[in-house]
């Protein structure tokens, strides 16, 4: 897809498995596993989808997915798999090595989200995949990072996202920033403090990269709401600024987490809520 200067597309870095009722929340599950059914352990199953742009003087990664060299009961538990490719192998298809991307924006820091953005030595430990990035990082995110809170430590792995900040390549963001004409981080903070949506728009075609403000298509209805949300009423709040002008303006939402929607577009319904109106299996 086309926007402005930048071409727009996905890529997969494998899938994952989390409980369907933390992803849902207070929805019950007769409900979520109409659009989301669950394995035997109560599972859903989650892509790993990530945004890549892609213009004359640069090579953006939007997330960078789980990653790999996960303990195997870490692994296990979360269903980590890369049955269909990692960030690695997407890009080799496209033709891209690592060295050649020039920007990563990392949504927020959990582990699902940055996992991807390193690799290993042969001694385990762990140096930026991306060697001659800017990592786009709200520096909110990044202190609460440092510091969860006891609900949600188990979700940051400093081995994941601290080597960035070592060899200086994090670029730090408060508030919304625009990276280009068509391209704006915007920060939201019902999920966590400080996470970042992309929004990518030349006036006529606009994309929105949801992150985990709506990660899949069953979430898109207001009350469809994590019950990982730190801050649950302000994720609504976010929930009514996005949904109306997507409805309106046709925007296409994409989804990181949706393992069988890769975005579609939506509607205001009569019941003054939103649903889904076309979905769409690749941009």
Request: glycine letters at 8%; aromatic letters at 10%; charged letters at 25%.
């Amino acid at each position: 897809m086309k926007i402005g200067n930048f071409n727009v597309t996905t890529l997969e870095t494998g899938t994952l498995g989390i409980d369907g009722g933390a992803m849902f929340g207070v929805v019950p599950k007769p409900l979520w596993t109409r659009t989301n059914p669950a394995d035997e352990q109560n599972r859903i199953t989650l892509s790993g989808r990530v945004l890549f742009l892609e213009n004359e003087n640069q090579k953006i990664i939007v997330d960078t997915g789980t990653g790999v060299g996960w303990k195997e009961k870490f692994a296990n538990i979360f269903r980590i798999e890369h049955s269909s490719g990692s960030l690695y192998d997407s890009l080799a298809k496209r033709g891209i090595k690592p060295e050649e991307i020039t920007d990563v924006i990392i949504t927020h820091l959990h582990f699902d989200h940055i996992g991807g953005a390193v690799n290993f030595d042969e001694d385990g430990n762990t140096y930026p995949a991306f060697p001659n990035a800017k990592y786009h990082v709200n520096k909110k995110q990044f202190d609460w990072a440092k510091n969860p809170s006891r609900r949600d430590r188990a979700s940051y792995f400093e081995n994941r996202f601290m080597p960035m900040y070592e060899t200086g390549q994090y670029v730090f963001h408060e508030g919304d920033t625009q990276l280009a004409d068509e391209l704006e981080i915007i920060e939201i903070n019902g999920h966590t403090p400080g996470q970042q949506l992309v929004k990518v728009s030349d006036g006529e075609n606009t994309i929105l990269y949801c992150a985990d403000l709506i990660p899949t298509a069953g979430h898109v209805p207001l009350p469809f709401i994590m019950g990982f949300d730190l801050f649950p009423l302000t994720t609504l709040v976010e929930k009514l600024k996005f949904l109306p002008k997507a409805a309106e303006e046709n925007w296409l939402l994409v989804f990181e987490h949706d393992p069988e929607n890769v975005a579609v577009t939506v509607r205001h319904t009569e019941k003054d809520d939103y649903a889904v109106d076309k979905r769409f299996l690749e941009i």
